[in-house]
C-alpha cells in the first residue's frame, strides 16, 4: 500500500505571495491532518479534515486555510506569505478523525525569502 | 491538552535497551498515551499507544504508571537506526477538540553509539 505523498517536496517564494500544497492520504484513509514544523516551535497541528469537512483547527492565522476532496486528498493554502512560515509542511493521514495512528508523509520544506 | 514532560536527550549504546520516561501528571482518565518518533529528515511514525496496561509490540514496549502519571518507552536492544526525536503525546478520543489532533512537546533526542 502506498504511504502519505506531499508535493512539492521543496518550494521557494517570496513574501507576499501565495502557496498550495498537496497531501494524498494513504488509500482508504478519509482524514488528513496538516502540521506545521520549526526549529523553534516544533510540531504544531494546523487543522483536520474528515470527508471534506473541516473538524478540528489549530490556533493559525486565518491566512493558513485548506480543503479536502472527495477522493480524500487534500490541500493547504497560505496566503501573504511572511518570513515566520518557513517551515516543514506535514500532513498526516489516518482512518477516521479518531483513529489511533496517523501516518505522516514526508513533508514540503517551504522557504520564504 | 494535558502537558508531558521528557528530557531533552538520552544516549545509548547499540544493542543495549533504552528507557525513555514521560511526566504526565495531568492526564485525565480518558487521554491515551502515545508515542511517536521523527528520524532525521523524515516525518514523524507511530510508535505505540495504552491506556492503562502495559503494552507490547514489534517496535518497542509501552510501561505505565499504576497512576498514570507516568511512563516509559522501552526500546529493548537500540539500533542504529532507532536514533530520533521521540515523542510522548496524551490523546482524548472524546471528539472534538482532539479529532486529528497530535500535541506534539519537545520530545527527546535519541542518540545511539556504536
Known amino acids: 500500500k502506498a504511504g502519505v505523498t506531499q508535493t512539492p517536496r521543496y518550494l521557494i517564494k517570496t513574501r507576499g505571495q501565495q502557496v498550495t500544497l498537496s497531501c494524498s492520504p494513504i488509500?482508504?484513509?478519509?482524514?488528513v491532518s496538516w502540521y506545521q514544523q520549526t526549529p523553534g516551535q516544533g510540531l504544531q497541528f494546523l487543522f483536520e479534515y474528515f470527508s471534506e469537512t473541516q473538524r478540528n483547527k489549530g490556533n493559525f492565522p486565518g491566512r493558513f486555510s485548506g480543503r479536502q476532496f472527495s477522493n480524500s486528498r487534500s490541500e493547504m493554502n497560505v496566503s501573504t506569505l511572511e518570513l515566520g512560515d518557513s517551515a516543514l509542511y506535514l500532513c498526516a493521514s489516518s482512518q477516521t478523525s479518531v483513529a489511533w495512528e496517523q501516518f505522516f508523509g514526508p513533508g514540503t520544506r517551504l522557504t520564504v525569502l | 491538552d494535558a502537558k508531558t514532560t521528557q528530557p531533552n536527550s538520552m544516549e545509548s549504546n547499540e544493542e543495549e535497551p533504552v528507557h525513555l520516561p514521560c511526566n504526565h501528571s495531568t492526564i485525565s482518565g480518558t487521554d491515551y498515551i502515545h508515542w511517536y518518533r521523527q528520524l532525521p529528515s523524515q516525518g514523524p511514525e507511530y510508535v505505540i499507544h495504552g491506556l492503562t496496561s502495559n503494552v507490547n509490540n514489534r517496535m518497542a514496549s509501552l510501561a505505565i504508571a499504576e497512576d498514570r502519571k507516568s511512563s516509559t518507552l522501552i526500546l529493548h536492544r537500540a539500533t542504529l537506526r532507532d536514533a530520533a526525536v521521540y515523542y510522548c503525546?496524551?490523546?482524548?478520543?472524546?471528539?472534538?477538540?482532539?479529532?486529528?489532533?497530535?500535541?506534539f512537546g519537545q520530545g527527546t533526542i535519541l542518540t545511539v553509539h556504536p
Open positions: 488509500s482508504g484513509h478519509r482524514s
Open positions: 503525546i496524551l490523546k482524548g478520543n472524546a471528539g472534538g477538540t482532539s479529532y486529528g489532533k497530535l500535541t
